[in-house]
């Protein structure tokens, strides 16, 4: 089974900025995904990226101030995170599979994910 690893989670003031990192041994032909769980509240798919073509989802609520990519070459799949806010803290978590067909569907419908173990972000002043 796929390992995925996060990395770059922490605490940061309202408004700044945080990358992270989702890495496993090989990331080449999976969709890739960012989810987050907060306190009493479900998981929710925040960003995903194709396997081929880059394209990309993002939810309504990180449109404008979240970025993902990936680099093949390294395995890695990033979630840059700029203008964060409070609600924006919660654990985050990489997710990877090999049966989405778009990046909506892998943030949607997750179907044969694997997962990471998650990171916490918290944004508070």
């Known amino acids: 089974q796929l390992q995925l690893v996060e990395s770059g989670g922490g605490l940061v003031q309202p408004g700044g900025s945080l990358r992270l990192s989702c890495a496993a041994s090989?990331?080449?032909?999976?969709?890739v995904g960012w989810f987050r769980q907060a306190p009493g509240k479900e998981r929710e798919g925040v960003s995903c990226?194709?396997?081929?073509?880059?394209?990309?989802y993002y939810a309504d609520g990180v449109k404008g101030r979240f970025t993902i990519s990936r680099d093949n070459s390294k395995n890695t799949v990033y979630l840059q995170m700029n203008s964060l806010e409070p609600e924006d803290t919660a654990v985050y978590y990489c997710?990877?599979?090999?049966?989405?067909?778009?990046?909506?569907?892998?943030?949607?419908?997750?179907?044969?994910?694997?997962w990471g173990q998650g990171t916490q972000v918290t944004v508070s002043s």
């Open positions: 990226i194709s396997s081929s073509d880059g394209s990309t």
């Open positions: 997710a990877a599979s090999s049966g989405a067909t778009t990046a909506q569907a892998m943030c949607v419908v997750r179907p044969l994910i694997s």
């Open positions: 090989d990331l080449r032909y999976y969709y």
